[in-house]
């Protein structure tokens, strides 16, 4: 087979899992919306200005999509101030921080600053985007965020990152390989469903496991480095792909985690969760991890564990990052 049919079937192949991996993606996090409020409104706000106030679309880069949504409480009163921070789903190519209002208004609410941050989404304006692209604009964000809540009379010492689905991932990789660069003390992360490893065995949901040479396509666009089918196949491909991978930078040292994943979940590869529970486990790293048994990536089939999951995130936040 000649080079330039290789390159176009490698496309092609590269195609159908994008639209087969992001699409499944965008539409779980659509089901996650439908899905009927099990707590019966105890994470949602009547948002007024009695609760606090919004500043939407600050701007931390140059990029179109570096935006960011900052709620600050309505008591201004205090010395300081700890930063919620939560990030969007979508797949890594849709989403957008206002899908996560009610969160970000529920985090306000309890007398944290709340940031929801966009990112620039991998798509046909953006071919360049990846995972980890993402990941440093939002590590780049932090400052800005900061010094907006500090400008608007907040002080903020302190600070948690959270996210659902790909915004689970970023916020993993902040929280574990960025942490050090935070201008503030990260003390902990909760996240739901967010790719936590890239091992190919481990992404059979996809046939990754079986194709090295989807494997090596999806990888690299994931991770924005070259990846060949030999370093999938020799298992060389690690270094690769560390930059994305949470899992690679947990160490005893690693802050507070609280985690919630589907056993049933088709969309982030369900085999690949153990990687980043084992590394907690092996470091010692306070965590909590919720495996929702009947759910999928929307989490919506085991009610009574994810209300254990949000129950957890509300006690982490207030042992962690405790409003004074």
Request: glycine share 8%; hydrophobic share 40%; with cysteine.
């Amino acid at each position: 087979m000649s080079k330039s049919k290789t390159k176009k079937k490698g496309r092609v192949m590269w195609g159908f899992i994008y639209v087969v991996v992001f699409l499944t993606a965008f539409l779980a996090s659509v089901v996650m919306k439908m899905t009927a409020d099990p707590f019966h409104g105890k994470y949602t706000v009547k948002w007024d200005e009695s609760v606090g106030t919004v500043y939407a679309d600050l701007s931390y880069g140059e990029g179109a999509a570096n935006k960011f949504d900052l709620y600050v409480p309505a008591d201004s009163s205090r010395d300081s101030y700890g930063l919620a921070v939560y990030l969007h789903a979508g797949g890594f190519t849709t989403g957008d921080k206002q899908d996560d209002q009610a969160m970000l208004q529920w985090l306000c609410s309890k007398g944290y600053v709340a940031a929801g941050i966009n990112y620039t989404l991998r798509d046909e304006a953006h071919p360049e985007a990846s995972v980890y692209s993402q990941s440093v604009e939002i590590r780049d964000s932090i400052p800005h965020v900061i010094a907006e809540a500090e400008k608007l009379g907040y002080k903020v010492d302190k600070m948690a990152i959270s996210g659902g689905s790909a915004g689970g991932t970023l916020a993993l990789l902040y929280a574990y390989r960025d942490a050090e660069q935070s201008p503030v003390p990260v003390k902990m992360v909760f996240e739901a469903v967010g790719p936590a490893s890239f091992h190919h065995e481990d992404w059979k949901n996809y046939g990754l496991d079986q194709n090295t040479e989807a494997a090596a396509n999806l990888f690299s666009v994931m991770s924005g480095n070259a990846i060949t089918e030999e370093m999938i196949t020799s298992g060389s491909y690690d270094e690769q792909v560390k930059d994305i991978s949470a899992d690679m930078w947990v160490n005893e040292n690693t802050v507070p985690t609280v985690c919630a994943y589907g056993a049933q979940d088709k969309v982030c590869p369900f085999d690949s969760v153990k990687h980043l529970v084992n590394a907690l486990e092996a470091n010692d790293v306070p965590h909590e991890y919720f495996e929702l048994t009947h759910s999928g990536h929307a989490l919506q089939n085991d009610n009574k564990l994810y209300a254990a999951y949000m129950d957890a995130v509300e006690d982490y936040l207030a042992r962690y990052i405790p409003v004074k």
